[in-house]
């Protein structure tokens, strides 16, 4: 395979080589190129990998394992991704860290996200790598191959070049971060919020697809079993076929079998989106799937009622308000802090006096960052004001309950 003279595909040895080095500095950074288009699972095609070398020319060396080479051994670094002892250095990494686990057979720990860490000093929670090196370290990336048949090979010049570069300056990178968290003592929680990167996967369970069909709710409960069966067939045909579901069969003719249940293979031929090459090659299948849902029980459908009230519109303004205000004195992006989701479920506990809702929002390093305010808003205790410099303050309400009635001199916006 051609390969530039400067970047150059690695062999088992190299990989060996690497992993020792990484092993002795306690780190690694790590990044991959995969094709998902036509396909039920991203297919791995090449992983860019940087370790510290004092041999170097930069003291750092880059790796490019070829994803579509069975020959190459990858076992060494595979291990040392799984060795809680060796930080892994990742950016926007969760479909990174999803498709390793299951390419490489492995697991993750100890990750430091450095999209995720920069979030906790001052710059966006959601910068691509290019701004975030430009932003942090003052240094331009190409971005010319990042749209490319990755699976096509030989590999071109280009791609190999723009993929080194990728991971060149990510434990550059990591390091300034890190000097930034240690100075605004934010380190643990960044590395909180890494943590939750360990479990990313990129495995669906068929038994559940059925609830990301639209308007699955609108289905009857028998209808709802049928659904389930026919999702979780094709979500099995499809990973077994290595196809999207969507070639398998489209959601439109999916739900209609489920809400007309056919007996027959005549009857599959009524329903539009269901071709005579598919009547053909997988009829019987559907049908036997059908016939299984009709006999399962029926799902009934969700008998809770929504907890949305309009009344909880203007506070969830204002505690978003609020949040925004602390985000921006910690100099944290507010991404991290609080979903629009999250606040809807602690403002609907609030008002119907039900148990503190399990949402990241009230745990860890956020509630100790916003958690006692956000709950004293809520319960009346303290009132947001804007101070002398324009910024949003809180001040303790002094009244007792009845006094904080309307009829006290107050006015209910609600």
């Not at 395979?1 to 306690?26: C, F, N, V, Y």
């Not at 070398?53 to 291990?79: C, N």
């Not at 090459?277 to 559907?286: A, C, N, Q």
């Not at 309009?310 to 609020?322: G, K, M, Y």
């Amino acid at each position: 395979m051609p390969e530039t003279e400067r970047h150059k595909l690695a062999g088992s040895a190299d990989i060996a080589a690497a992993a020792e080095l990484a092993g002795a500095a306690g780190r690694l950074g790590i990044d991959t190129e995969f094709m998902s288009e036509g396909r039920y699972r991203a297919l791995l095609c090449l992983t860019q990998v940087a370790v510290e070398d004092p041999s170097a020319p930069t003291g750092i060396r880059t790796l490019l394992i070829d994803g579509l080479d069975a020959a190459v051994d990858v076992r060494p670094l595979a291990e040392l991704l799984a060795d809680p002892a060796i930080q892994i250095v990742v950016h926007a990494g969760r479909q990174d860290v999803a498709i390793l686990r299951r390419a490489w057979a492995t697991e993750l720990s100890n990750i430091l996200d450095t999209q995720l860490a920069a979030g906790f000093v001052g710059e966006s929670a959601q910068a691509g790598y290019g701004t975030l090196i430009g932003s942090v370290l003052g240094l331009r990336v190409g971005k010319t191959a990042s749209y490319t048949r990755w699976d096509a090979r030989p590999l071109t010049g280009e791609q190999l070049s723009y993929a080194a570069e990728d991971v060149a300056h990510l434990l550059a990178l990591a390091d300034e971060l890190g000097d930034r968290l240690a100075a605004t003592g934010r380190a643990q929680w960044a590395l909180e919020e890494c943590r939750r990167l360990e479990s990313a996967s990129d495995e669906r369970d068929p038994e559940t697809a059925w609830e990301r069909l639209p308007r699955a709710s609108q289905l009857d409960p028998k209808a709802r079993a049928v659904a389930r069966r026919l999702a979780a067939w094709r979500e099995r045909t499809a990973s077994e076929t290595d196809r999207p579901v969507g070639q398998i069969l489209q959601d439109p003719p999916l739900l209609e079998l489920a809400k007309r249940q056919p007996r027959s293979l005549d009857q599959l031929t009524s329903i539009r989106g269901i071709h005579p090459s598919f009547i053909k090659r997988r009829g019987r299948e559907v049908l036997e799937q059908v016939a299984a849902g009709i006999a399962d029980p029926p799902i009934p459908r969700e008998s809770r009622r929504s907890s949305s009230d309009p009344r909880d519109a203007p506070l969830i303004a204002l505690a978003e308000a609020l949040l925004r205000a602390r985000a921006a004195q910690a100099r944290l992006a507010y991404e991290l802090i609080a979903s629009r989701s999250d606040l809807e479920q602690i403002i609907s506990a609030s008002r119907q006096a039900a148990p503190e809702p399990e949402v990241r929002t009230l745990a860890g390093w956020r509630r100790e960052l916003v958690g006692a305010d956000l709950e004293a808003l809520l319960d009346g205790a303290v009132a947001v004001a804007v101070g002398a410099d324009r910024t949003l303050e809180l001040h303790p309400v002094e009244l007792s309950l009845a006094e904080r009635a309307p009829a006290a001199g107050g006015r209910s916006l609600g």
